[in-house]
Nanobody, 121 residues
């Protein structure tokens, strides 16, 4: 079992920054990557960014150049730095523990509880 606890969401105006955190605990030896997903009302959950424990990253086209995923292995924590936020970034953001294979992120069934990010125009 892997437990994931997110924090850092909130209500902000367009153009500002937020940083989300996801702390992992439990059987983290079973995973080799972590990812951030988001789900807006009426839309499917989508992968925003992922990072392998080796440090390779990938991003959704919609957030490239604005969002940065990073990790602190000593703290078993992954961060999502979100800059230049837009109203279309409004969603519930979820942390996931998974695996990366051949550059593709594969989510597991381990999800955080979600944190709301609301960006007003």
């Amino acid at each position: 079992q892997v437990q994931l606890v997110e924090s850092g969401g909130g209500l902000v105006q367009a153009g500002v920054s937020l940083r989300l955190s996801c702390a992992a605990s439990g059987s983290i030896f079973s995973i080799n990557a972590m990812g951030w997903y988001r789900q807006a009302p009426g839309k499917q959950r989508e992968l925003v960014a992922a990072i392998s424990f080796g440090g390779s990253t990938n991003y959704a086209d919609s957030v490239k150049g604005r969002f940065t995923i990073s990790r602190d292995n000593a703290k078993n924590t992954v961060y999502l730095q979100m800059n230049s936020l837009k109203p279309e970034d409004t969603a519930v953001y979820y942390c996931n523990a998974g695996t990366v294979y051949s550059g593709t992120y594969y989510p597991s069934n381990y999800w955080g509880q979600g944190t709301q990010v609301t960006v007003s125009s």
